[in-house]
């Protein structure tokens, strides 16, 4: 059984996430989303990691997700219920992995160990059997294909039957201790340990001893009895007797106990991703920053476009609404943004990819609308500061990563490129960047690059490629920066006169001078 929560039909094993994920953590900024959704709820965090860097790759699946999220947003209740349902099991499940290490790593398995799965299957039992009552009470009132598929799910289970097999045992785990029936062979020489049904009963001082209840050899009456509390030649052999009988009927068990922990697996991060989104919704409805279900297209579909698109990780950070963009992309294999230093280029660009990473891991995105085809990679190359981890230049390490990207590039990939190359001389950068955005033009590979290249923009610009989309940062006349950006001719400059400017006009406010 599998909750199939995040998707229709499996888990998120065996799913592949984007390729330089850390890259793209670093480039976005995504470390203030993953705060903001795990609101310092550890598993939370290590959850939602995993689910948001692994895309959804069909609108169908974007849409699944969509819908069962907004039914768990209205139905807060349940949600937080059956959240606390998979941090109990969590703990659970990572007692018994424990557990079962400790005993793996003894010598001989010990009956300890088959207790300890026993009481994990009554105690997953018992969480089963109450999720299952719990989704009943909001029967009919669920409409979710993910609500009304695990519901079903859980009523084929037979739970009932397995808890009641599991209390016959009960004896197993309440004591730990097995009443066994002896035989005996010619001469009364001990011939073999039986057990047929077990007991424990207690002797004087509290202490506990083994009763055989059954006939022995045919002859022997049920109030015999065999001390072996003293033997030791016996007791080994009765512990060894305990040990295969218990195994034996654990055995009856096992499928069971693998579909549970599977199970439990799968729910604990399905549910703590979505407590996640959630968490981060109210805290973006609290602040009043607003959300829109995005509308995925098919692979290669064309048209991208979004109305007031703006930055989340700055919104988040600032608490307030930066400068959003409107944009519709048709068809355009290469994108080129251009314009004055300052200007929004950069903030643009990660707006753009965090919407789409977002959206196809089913959530909102922070925009009045945003419609866009789903990719299959995602890559963002931005520049990087020299640090002392750098192996070698920036150039080289830029080079270097660059070339694990194409390398993992295929059908279906986006490019974000943000001041790639810039590092070197624009004689360079040019010869550099050129060559590989036409080599990405021509194999259809969608790009976005921010560049302060302006040979480059006004070669592309000058060879009327179809396909081609050139924005520029706007800027007004006296040097205001608006961080729109529009459709135009590459620029000539990046302004850089209006920054200075700015720092003389500020300079001089406090009685200083640049030049004298």
């Keep these: 059984m599998d909750a199939c929560l995040l998707y229709r039909d499996s888990s998120t094993d065996g799913r592949k996430g984007y390729d330089f994920r850390q890259d793209m953590?670093?480039?976005?900024?995504?470390?203030?989303?993953?705060?903001?959704?795990?609101?310092?709820?550890?598993?939370?965090?290590?959850?939602?990691?995993?689910v948001v860097l692994i895309p959804l790759t069909s609108p169908e699946e974007i849409l699944y997700r969509q819908v069962f999220l907004?039914?768990?947003y209205h139905f807060s209740c349940l949600t937080e219920e059956m959240y606390e349902c998979a941090r109990r099991q969590e703990k659970a499940l990572q007692k018994y992995k424990e557990e079962r290490e400790r005993f793996y790593s003894r010598s001989t398995r010990k009956t300890g160990e088959i207790l300890?799965?026993?009481?994990?299957l009554a105690r997953g039992q018992e969480e089963l059997t109450g999720l299952k009552k719990l989704l009943e009470e909001y029967d009919g009132r669920l409409h979710s294909e993910g609500m009304i598929n695990l519901l079903a799910r859980m009523r084929e289970q037979p739970l009932e039957e397995i808890g009641t097999k599991l209390k016959e045992m009960e004896f197993f785990i309440s004591s730990g201790e097995i009443g066994c029936t002896v035989q005996f062979g010619g001469g009364m020489k001990m011939d073999r340990l039986q057990i047929n049904y077990c007991t424990t009963e207690k002797r004087q001082g509290g202490q506990s001893s083994l009763r055989g209840i059954q006939k022995f050899y045919n002859k022997l009456v049920r109030k015999n009895?065999?001390?072996?509390?003293s033997n030791v030649v016996l007791r080994e052999e009765v512990a060894h007797l305990k040990e295969t009988a218990v195994e034996q009927m654990l055995k009856r068990f096992r499928p069971y106990l693998g579909e549970m922990i599977t199970f439990f697996e799968h729910f604990i991060e399905e549910t703590a991703f979505y407590v996640g989104v959630i968490q981060f919704m109210k805290r973006m409805k609290e602040i009043g920053i607003p959300l829109t279900m995005p509308e995925p297209r098919p692979?290669?579909?064309?048209?991208?476009?979004?109305?007031?698109l703006f930055e989340l990780s700055m919104a988040v950070y600032l608490q307030t609404i930066p400068v959003g963009n409107d944009l519709t992309m048709r068809d355009n294999v290469l994108t080129l943004v251009t314009g004055a230093?300052?200007?929004?280029?950069?903030?643009?660009?990660?707006?753009?990819?965090?919407?789409?990473?977002?959206?196809?891991?089913?959530?909102?995105?922070?925009?009045?609308?945003?419609?866009?085809p789903v990719y299959r990679h995602i890559f963002t190359h931005?520049?990087?500061r020299e640090s002392e981890k750098m192996d070698s230049g920036r150039l080289q390490e830029e080079l270097k990563r660059m070339s694990g990207m194409i390398c993992a590039a295929g059908p279906g990939s986006l490019f974000l490129l943000n001041e790639s190359f810039a590092s070197t001389t624009e004689?360079?950068?040019?010869?550099?960047?050129?060559?590989?955005?036409?080599?990405?033009?021509?194999?259809?590979?969608?790009t976005m690059m921010v560049t302060h290249l302006y040979q480059l923009a006004h070669e592309l610009y000058h060879e009327n490629m179809p396909g081609v989309l050139f924005l520029t940062a706007e800027r007004q006349e006296d040097g205001t920066r608006t961080y729109k950006m529009v459709p135009g001719e590459p620029s000539h400059t990046s302004y850089g006169t209006d920054l200075f400017r700015l720092l003389e006009d500020e300079l001089a406010s406090e009685g200083l001078e640049i030049f004298t």
């Design 25 to 50: 953590i670093k480039d976005f900024n995504l470390d203030i989303l993953f705060r903001t959704m795990a609101r310092d709820d550890f598993l939370i965090s290590e959850k939602v990691r995993k």
């Design 70 to 72: 907004q039914e768990l």
């Design 116 to 120: 300890e799965t026993l009481a994990f």
């Design 225 to 229: 009895t065999i001390p072996i509390h």
């Design 299 to 308: 692979e290669g579909s064309g048209d991208t476009r979004f109305e007031n």
């Design 341 to 372: 230093n300052q200007g929004g280029k950069s903030t643009f660009l990660r707006s753009y990819g965090i919407a789409q990473v977002l959206m196809q891991c089913g959530m909102p995105v922070p925009a009045a609308r945003f419609s866009a």
């Design 382 to 384: 931005f520049t990087r």
């Design 427 to 446: 004689k360079e950068g040019t010869r550099i960047a050129g060559a590989i955005l036409r080599a990405f033009y021509e194999k259809g590979i969608k």
